[in-house]
């Protein structure tokens, strides 16, 4: 069974930057290029990559499957401050029900991809690709990145 790691890098990641990419407003010296799915083929990509990243969010939860195998190293690991396989999986494991309603999360938000792909909608595309954002992000602050310091008020 693949681990978690190799799930983000091998599944997650990618779908979710093709879903990320496939909208994009890039203003330069040669003017404003939109840049949005036009073809059918452009439209079956991202959504190739909303059902793969559903899909995913159920992997991400099956029983058995930890966060790196003995002797995988994750890719921040040996960076100051960054947690180990082995400290992300005891944080999973000690509220693996919050991790199992951030991966329901991204679900919910890969299937609002599905449902914007399927009407061909670049604004709701758009959209659901911020929210896939924080279902990700929200899920990493608690168990993928170093614990963080909060703000001291200058004295």
Known sequence: MASIHELMLSVVDPAADEIWGSVATVSNASGVNEHRPRTDEDWAKVRNAAIALSEAANLLVMDGRVVAHP???IDSEGQPGAPTGAIIQKRIDGDRASFAAYAAGLQAA????????????VAALETVGGDIDVACEACHEQFWYPPTEPAKPKS
Do not use: L, N, T, W
């Open 110 to 121: 890969s299937m609002e991809a599905v449902a914007a792909v399927e009407k061909k909608d």
């Open 71 to 73: 002797g995988q190293r």
